[in-house]
């Protein structure tokens, strides 16, 4: 996936990740620091986890900042000395977003405005930052392309909007260079079950291994691009590599380009949880009704990001949720 002269640029840089306590920030944290980077993660706490840092905590090469994205004053102290910044921090959850739009804009934009300014005034090369999907919104042309979006179905899918807006505007003020990554769906080790806004794939694989019925919105057609962690971390090192020009400054899709419906998703949860408890096969699935803010379809073109930046998706759905469901099998029973 990486070259050697690659893992050289990796290996000589101080890096940022912003949300380094989360879910897809931690996974890029050890990554980073397996590669050889010098890692500095900013985190509130929010929605991470310390225990996600355990791997490293102790690792010279790693620092931690306790702190809020909402804060100019610790955005700066977090970009100094900084060559990259990958900004993963935010409040995810659509949701979230339509309870408390208000916190949502506050994290979601001012606290991304913060980390741009920051990151411009400390001279950092590039910041790669956590798009969504979500910005196609009302969209319904399938498979869904970079520049042909909706307009927007909550409040998060608007936040999340407004930082591709920032990026591109910071560019042509500033000539600041960003890269936005359009997640679909990440999954995989880490991703938190607990909570009101818990993930759908770790929420059901922790009820499946209760023996609890998993509730799903609407019947079960709904589809969704569902993209193993591990392509989600090849694209944003992909990201901080890339040398092409016109690679910059670019929003891409990160997924796998193929979709799965809750239906399906659920039998193989149920398929690979059922090997290592047989009595989960007997596990039933409820029914309830659809959720405000829901699209019904998403699928990615990854066209894009093959082309500019050379990803190629190493997992798909089956292989990653067999992965996942290892990971939460052994370290969250």
């Known amino acids: 996936m990486?070259?050697?002269h690659q893992k050289e640029k990796i290996t000589t840089s101080k890096i940022l990740v912003t949300g380094g306590a989360g879910f897809i920030g931690s996974n890029l944290c050890e990554t980073l620091i397996s590669l050889g980077a010098e890692v500095r993660c900013l985190d509130n706490f929010a929605t991470?986890?310390?225990?996600?840092?355990?791997a490293i905590i102790n690792n010279s090469a790693f620092e931690l900042i306790e702190g809020d994205i909402r804060d100019i004053n610790t955005c700066n102290t977090a970009c100094k000395d900084v060559d990259y910044v990958f900004?993963?921090?935010a409040l995810?959850?659509?949701?979230?977003?339509?309870?408390?739009?208000?916190t949502s804009n506050e994290v979601n934009i001012s606290g991304f405005l913060n980390m741009l300014v920051a990151a411009r005034d400390a001279g950092v090369k590039r910041l790669v930052y956590a798009a969504s999907s979500s910005t196609y919104g009302d969209s319904e042309a399938l498979p869904k392309i970079e520049d042909n979006i909706g307009k927007p179905l909550s409040p998060y899918a608007i936040t999340k909007y407004v930082n591709e807006l920032y990026a591109d505007n910071f560019k042509k003020s500033y000539d600041f260079d960003s890269i936005g990554l359009r997640y679909f769906n990440v999954f995989g080790r880490k991703q938190d079950p607990n909570?009101?806004?818990?993930?759908?794939?770790?929420?059901f694989v922790m009820q499946f291994m209760k023996h609890e019925s998993p509730l799903i919105n609407g019947d079960g057609t709904y589809s969704r691009d569902f993209t193993y962690i591990d392509n989600v971390i090849q694209m944003n090192l992909l990201a901080i590599l890339a040398d092409d020009p016109k690679a910059v400054n670019q929003v891409y899709?990160?997924?796998?380009?193929d979709r799965t419906n809750l239906v399906e998703l659920t039998q193989l949860l149920k398929k690979h949880l059922s090997a290592y408890d047989s009595e989960i096969a007997k596990v039933e699935v409820k029914h309830g009704p659809n959720r405000p803010g829901d699209i019904p379809h998403?699928?990615?073109?990854?066209?894009?990001?093959e082309k500019l930046l050379g990803y190629k998706p190493e997992f798909h759905i089956e292989d990653g949720l067999k992965?996942?469901?290892n990971w939460y099998w052994n370290n969250l029973r």
Do not use: F, Q
Not at 48 to 54: E, P, Q, S, T, V
Not at 92 to 101: A, E, F, Q
Not at 253 to 257: I, M, R
Not at 298 to 305: I, P, Q, Y
């Open 195 to 203: 909570g009101a806004y818990a993930a759908v794939i770790p929420k």
């Open 298 to 305: 998403s699928l990615a073109s990854v066209e894009k990001a």
């Open 92 to 102: 995810g959850s659509v949701p979230r977003s339509l309870k408390d739009p208000v």
């Open 48 to 54: 991470g986890h310390k225990r996600n840092l355990d």
């Open 87 to 89: 900004h993963e921090a």
């Open 2 to 4: 990486i070259t050697e």
């Open 253 to 257: 899709n990160t997924a796998v380009g």
């Open 323 to 325: 992965e996942a469901v």
